[in-house]
């Protein structure tokens, strides 16, 4: 039980030869530089400005692939309207006179208006826009006889 007792005084007197030492310096320094946050402001200071250059991104492949799933289905209307010969208040009707009577052509266009989701609030009224795409389709109107 003596024995026992000798070491562990001896253990409480000479705590710092206990502690390994690599390089010279203690553990303890060792584990204070790896707990430092210098790496964790850089990374936010990279990452916030990343993330919004990456929804941006995503916000104009978007509103792109937004304008020209509407401007195919504008040209659809507009293509099943011309054959139908029925004609919105909306749409517009264009013709072109020519001096052969059977020449007389007729245009219709017909206009689509949708809005494009924004995955970045106020962007679009930074750049001066409004959030949404205007497209139009047209064709040939038929003769009816």
Do not use: C, W
């Amino acid at each position: 039980m003596h024995i026992i007792a000798t070491v562990a005084s001896f253990f409480r007197r000479n705590r710092s030869a206990m502690v390994p030492t690599f390089g010279g310096a203690s553990m303890e320094r060792q584990i204070s530089k790896l707990k430092r946050d210098d790496g964790n402001v850089e990374s936010a200071m990279v990452l916030i400005p990343l993330l919004i250059l990456f929804l941006i991104g995503i916000e104009l492949i978007a509103a792109t692939n937004l304008r020209n799933g509407d401007a195919a289905i504008a040209q659809g209307e507009a293509s099943r309207r011309a054959i139908s010969g029925e004609i919105f208040s909306q749409d517009e009707v264009i013709e072109l006179y020519s001096p052969d009577k059977f020449a007389h052509i007729r245009v219709l266009i017909t206009h689509r208006r949708t809005t494009v989701p924004q995955l970045v609030p106020g962007l679009i009224a930074l750049m001066g826009g409004s959030p949404s795409t205007d497209v139009k389709g047209a064709a040939i109107m038929e003769p009816v006889n």
